[in-house]
C-alpha cells in the first residue's frame, strides 16, 4: 500500500538528518498504562478488560492452553491520535464560526467539507484514522512546567506565547519546519492519582498559543493532557485552529516526565496509528530516542 500525507503530517521518510537526531539511542516509552476505570473524557466510555478465554476453559489445543479478553473503551481514551475528521467547525456560507452553521472538515489548505456527507454507519469516510501514514519526524519536548519551576501547571492554566516563548529561551530549543512539538503541564501526576482535575480543569495552550506554534512550522502537537488546549472552556477552539484550519493533530495524554527528567528536549519520535476503517482517532504507543 502506497503512504501518501494526511493534512500537515508529511509522507514518512527516515533520512540522514533525522538519524542525527539520535545521539545516546535511549528509547523513551510515551505512552500511559491503560488501567480499569482510567480518567476519560465526559462522554466517552472509559477502559476496562473482561477475560474471554482462560487457561481452565475447554479448548481443542491438546497440550496447550490459551487465554484472550475483550477490551472496550473510546477511541479518545488514554495515549491516542486524533485523526482530521475528530473534530469539525460549524461554519456559515462564507466559512466563518457560527453556531448556526454546518459542521465542516478539514479538505486541504483553505477547503472544508461538510461533516454530514462523510459519515455512514461504518463510520468516518473522509480523513479518518487508516488514512494517516505512520508518523517519523523531529520532535521537540516543551516542558512549561519545568520552566515554571513547578511539578504541575495550575489547573485550567493557559499557556501563553509568552510562556512557550520563555521555556524555548530556557531550553535553547528550536522549532524548524515539520516539527512536532510536545508540550509538559505535569497533568500526568493528576492521571496517575485518578484527580478528576486531569479531566476538567486541564491546563493547556489557549488559541494564541496554538497559532505561535504552527507560525514557527510545527506539524504535530502532543501534551500530557487529554485536550492539549486549556480546558475550559471547553469549545475546542485549539483544536478547531489545528485540526480544521491547519490540518495539524493532537496525540494526548501523553507522558512526557521521563524526557523532562532527562533534559531530553530533542528527538526522533515515533508514532504508528493503527489502520481502524472509519475511525476518529487510533490509541498508539509513542516513543522518542534521544
Same mark, same amino acid.
Given at each position: ?80 491520535i486524533d485523526a482530521l475528521c475528530h473534530i469539525a467547525e460549524k461554519q456559515d456560507a462564507e466559512g466563518k464560526p ?43 519536548? @516543551?516542558?512549561?512546567? #519545568?520552566?515554571? &519551576?513547578?511539578? *504541575?501547571? =495550575?489547573? /485550567?492554566?493557559p499557556i501563553t506565547p509568552e510562556d512557550l516563548v520563555a521555556t524555548i529561551d530556557k531550553q535553547g530549543t528550536t ?98 496509528? @493503527?489502520?481502524?476503517? #472509519?475511525?476518529? &482517532?487510533?490509541? *498508539?504507543? =509513542?516513543? /522518542?530516542?534521544?
Amino acid at each position: 500500500m502506497t503512504l501518501s500525507a494526511y493534512g500537515k503530517l508529511p509522507i514518512p521518510r527516515l533520512t540522514p538528518e533525522l538519524l542525527t537526531l539520535i545521539k545516546s539511542g535511549q528509547v523513551f516509552s510515551l505512552a500511559v498504562d491503560y488501567e480499569q476505570g482510567m480518567l476519560a473524557p465526559g462522554p466517552m466510555a472509559s477502559y476496562s478488560i473482561t477475560p474471554h478465554l482462560r487457561h481452565s476453559d475447554p479448548t481443542d489445543m491438546g497440550l496447550a492452553s490459551a487465554a484472550a479478553e475483550v477490551i472496550n473503551m473510546s477511541i479518545h481514551v488514554g495515549t491516542h491520535i486524533d485523526a482530521l475528521c475528530h473534530i469539525a467547525e460549524k461554519q456559515d456560507a462564507e466559512g466563518k464560526p457560527s453556531a448556526d452553521g454546518e459542521s465542516r472538515l478539514y479538505a486541504g489548505e483553505g477547503e472544508t467539507v461538510a461533516a454530514n456527507e462523510h459519515v455512514s454507519f461504518m463510520g468516518q469516510n473522509h480523513n479518518s484514522i487508516e488514512g494517516m501514514p505512520p508518523i517519523i519526524m523531529r520532535g521537540v519536548l @516543551l516542558d512549561v512546567a #519545568g520552566y515554571k &519551576g513547578v511539578d *504541575v501547571l =495550575p489547573d /485550567a492554566y493557559p499557556i501563553t506565547p509568552e510562556d512557550l516563548v520563555a521555556t524555548i529561551d530556557k531550553q535553547g530549543t528550536t522549532i524548524t519546519d515539520g516539527t512536532a512539538v510536545l508540550v509538559r503541564t505535569g497533568f500526568y501526576q493528576h492521571l496517575r492519582n485518578n484527580n478528576i482535575v486531569f479531566r476538567d480543569a486541564q491546563a493547556g495552550l489557549n488559541l494564541e498559543s496554538a497559532k505561535y506554534l504552527v507560525e514557527k512550522g510545527m506539524a504535530l502537537v502532543g501534551s500530557d493532557t487529554m485536550a492539549v488546549e486549556v480546558q475550559p472552556p471547553g469549545d475546542h477552539a485549539v483544536h478547531r485552529y489545528h485540526l480544521v484550519h491547519n490540518g495539524i493533530t493532537h496525540v494526548e495524554v501523553l507522558y512526557l516526565d521521563e524526557l523532562a527528567e532527562k533534559q531530553q528536549y530533542e528527538f526522533l519520535l515515533i508514532i504508528t496509528p @493503527l489502520k481502524l476503517t #472509519g475511525a476518529t &482517532g487510533s490509541w *498508539v504507543h =509513542p516513543i /522518542a530516542i534521544g
